[in-house]
């Protein structure tokens, strides 16, 4: 596979996985249970995208 086709996607799963964790990280006590697993969903989706594009 060619470096420069798996370049992009990978550059995407990385800002999504940073984008996730300082969304995860921005919750204080006061967030909705709801909205803490939507984050870590979010973490965790980004996180399995990043391995995809490795």
Known sequence: MNT???EVPRQ????????AQAELSSLDATAS????????????AARN??????
Do not use: G
């Open 4 to 6: 420069k086709n798996t």
């Open 12 to 19: 995407a799963a990385e800002r999504e996985l940073s984008a």
């Open 33 to 44: 249970p709801s909205r803490l697993e939507r984050a870590l969903e979010r973490v965790k």
């Open 49 to 54: 995208a990043l391995a995809l594009a490795a």
